[in-house]
């Protein structure tokens, strides 16, 4: 069980190497999300639970992880906002957005 677990995540990490090794994306590293939580971190864990759960049940796990992966690569970190901005121009409406766009 434990050899088909780590060659699981030796594929997971062939499908999302080339985002990993992104310039921008290693940027998420210094971009709080959630309290400590880096983008970073928060997109991995992410992408790693999609990619799980849709190899467990036969759905498109490429698409999974890298969805993941990416699904908060946006702009800015949102912490750093400081100019006021409408309510549906606030980070929770338009980060999906940016995300989709960046990616
Ligand atoms: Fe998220």
Known sequence: MVDKNKKDFNEYYE???P???NKEFKKRKKF???GKVTVYDHSLA???LSYCLAKKLKLDYKSAAIGGLLHDFYNNPWQNKTKKTKF???HGFIHAN???KNS
């Open 15 to 17: 499908i999302v190497k």
């Open 32 to 34: 709080l999300h959630h």
């Open 46 to 48: 992410v992408s790693k």
């Open 19 to 21: 985002i990993l090794n």
């Open 98 to 100: 940016q995300a989709f």
């Open 88 to 90: 549906f121009q606030k």
